[in-house]
């Protein structure tokens, strides 16, 4: 396991997140604290309907918390309000994203799904496509570059989409329930993968899970229960 | 990286399929604009194969084109004598209809004197008219071999065709016809046997067929031309046109239903077709809701996604544009009335095509703008 830089990657202070009004408000969030640091795997369980995607969501910058404060990479990006104009570009700076389902674009290949990335920061697209081929080879599936995302298997589409969300090299990245379609074993794998990647980029990865099969591959576990975490204040990992 | 190149490259077929359909429509759009282009055209040809510089018709009329004008036959001689008149011409004009070959052929004759204005302008086969009476030249459409026999008029007369016309037609489709004045006039004028013998059995005197509908008036270089219009006005019982008059005559009042009606008809499929690229727009974009979700999430700027749905719709109105015209142009010689597609109203078609399909993108571009990142999370608990 990773020794923890002090410094957290992602802070998550006194966080709220409802939705509706009155007596159809739901109290998504309250008072989430948290904090991960480089290098560390951390896994976020609970039961569905918990709060889990919400915050994850929040983390993302997808999802406008009510209130609290939200630290990324050493920068504050919400304090009640958000203090960013264009939210999609600090995602696309500093935060990585694995989906449950691979989601690449059916209609480039491997290789360009994951310079697309590249392309959107502005890196030429020669640059863009070596580095996307160099991400492929690291994650073992250098020999899949030219195939489309429909002739790719579960295992081989969802390294590619891990290769997409290393691409920036963002120092956060969130992977939402990355093992749920894949078997026991490649499950493993890519765990197993992500934990390199963790150490290799000094990145802090939050991953949402439910598989009970991969819990010894955390640093830390967050467990939520109707949106809150159940052991309360601040829980640092290591 | 274009995204919209590629997306369309990855469902070439279904692009291909998709603009076929449209082009049919975009090529009925240029069908109409070369068909509106070529009513014109053939109107003020009429006019312009004259190469008149003024028109000398009945007092009171707009003749010969838009209304009915009889002039006396010996008016030509008249407006040869006006000073700065250097050649003039007698014409009629006169819708005929026959039969050959067991089909009905329509033709519009004009009556000219050869040697004088008023007679057909290039030959693209045969000869020009040399005898006096019963030799016509004639448009291609009306599908006369040289030499061929047509009969004409209530006496049956028979003219031998001796020489064609190419683009020849008049405004409502109909092959153009040249014969001499006198057989004209005998057409036009003379009644048949029988009205002639019941005319004679009256006690009537025989009409004059010595009528003409115009005369045709080619000024000197060095008169003006308005001055010699006003020379000749001054003789009431005629009435005198220049030839810009006579061709606003022809394309504001002679066509004008025609002219509305296609326009009508251009713009209805305008719409049509800008409803038709709006949904078809929008079904791409449906279909990739998931993808411009994960593109959001990643980090794409709105004007990333905007730029997908605008070059796939521009593309296809691009594709769709050119395919309908290629169709057109292949399909030209045979359509039944003549197409004029002239530069200038092609690339308004284009220009058209183009404004529409960024029109019809914004129903696109709108979806696309509210589609919500988080949809890219689907399935998470």
């Known amino acids: 396991m990773a020794e923890p830089d002090r410094k957290a990657v992602v802070r998550v202070e006194h966080l709220f997140k409802h939705f509706g009004k009155g007596t159809a408000r739901v109290d998504a969030l309250s008072d989430i604290n948290m904090e991960v640091y480089p290098g560390q795997v951390v896994g976020l369980m609970g039961p569905s309907g918990s709060g889990k995607t919400t915050l994850l969501n929040c983390i993302a910058c997808i ?57 959107l920061a502005g890196f030429s697209s020669s640059a863009a496509r070596a580095h996307a081929v160099e991400l492929l080879n690291y994650l073992d599936v250098g020999h899949r570059k030219h195939a489309m995302p429909a002739q790719l298997s579960g295992g081989e589409a969802q390294r590619v989409a891990i290769a997409r969300a290393l691409a920036n090299r963002p120092r956060i990245i969130l992977a939402d329930e990355p093992t749920a379609p894949l078997d026991s074993q490649r499950g493993r794998i890519v765990m197993d993968l992500l934990r390199r990647i963790a150490v290799d980029q000094s990145a802090a990865i939050i991953v949402v899970t439910h598989d009970e099969m991969i819990l010894d591959r955390f640093d830390h576990i967050f467990r939520l229960r109707d949106g809150r975490l159940e052991d309360g204040a601040a829980a640092v990992g290591g | 990286m274009n995204l919209a190149y590629r997306d369309i490259k990855h469902n070439l077929l279904r692009f291909i399929l998709t603009n076929f359909g449209l082009s049919l429509l975009l090529g009925i759009v240029i069908v109409i604009t070369g068909v509106y282009g070529g009513l014109i055209d053939d109107a003020l040809r009429q006019a312009r194969a004259a190469n008149a510089d003024l028109w000398v018709v009945e007092a009171g009329t707009n003749g010969p084109f838009a209304e009915s004008s009889r002039i006396p036959g010996d008016t030509r001689e ?304």
């Open chain 2, 78 to 381: 008249l407006v040869s004598r006006v000073y700065g008149v250097e050649r003039a011409g007698a014409v009629t004009y006169q819708s005929v209809q026959t039969e050959l070959n067991g089909k009905p052929l329509r033709l519009f004759l004009i009556g000219f004197e050869p040697g004088r204005p008023g007679g057909p302008r290039k030959l693209v086969a045969g000869r020009e008219i040399l005898r006096s009476q019963y030799e016509m030249v004639v448009d291609g459409s009306a599908h006369l071999a040289l030499g061929q026999e047509v009969p004409l008029g209530t006496h049956g007369h028979k003219f031998t065709v001796v020489g064609l016309m190419r683009k020849e037609v008049t405004s409502s489709g109909d092959p153009v016809g040249y014969i001499t004045l006198r057989d004209a006039q005998a057409l036009q004028f003379e009644l048949a046997p029988p009205a002639e013998r019941r005319e004679a059995a009256r006690g009537g005197s025989p009409e004059t067929s010595n009528q003409i509908n115009a005369v045709i008036a080619k000024v000197s270089p060095y008169v003006p031309i308005k001055e010699v219009a006003t020379a000749l006005a001054r003789w009431k019982h005629l009435t005198t046109l220049t030839q810009a008059q006579q061709e606003t005559l022809l394309s504001k009042f002679v066509i004008e239903k025609a002219r509305n009606q296609q326009r009508l008809i251009m713009v209805l499929l305008i719409i049509v077709s800008a409803v038709i690229i709006a949904l078809i727009v929008y079904t791409l974009t449906m279909d990739k809701v998931r993808s411009i979700a994960t593109l959001k999430f990643v980090g794409a700027p709105d004007r990333t996604i905007i730029g997908l749905i605008v070059q796939q719709a521009l593309s296809m109105g691009i594709f769709g544009y050119f395919l309908g015209l290629a169709l057109v142009l292949i399909f030209q010689p045979y359509f039944p009335r003549r197409l004029v597609l002239d530069p200038a109203s092609v690339a308004t078609v284009f220009v058209i095509t183009i404004v529409v399909c960024l029109a019809a993108s914004t129903l696109g571009i709108r979806l696309a703008l509210k589609i919500d990142p988080a949809e890219a999370l689907a399935g998470a608990g």
């Open chain 1, 63 to 119: 999802l406008e918390p009510s209130s609290g404060r939200l630290t990324l990479d050493g920068e504050v990006v919400y304090d009640d309000h958000w203090l960013k104009a264009d939210l999609r570009r600090l995602r696309l700076d500093k935060v990585g994203f694995i989906f449950q389902f691979p989601n690449l674009l059916p209609f480039l290949n491997g290789t360009d799904n994951v310079a697309v990335v590249l392309d």
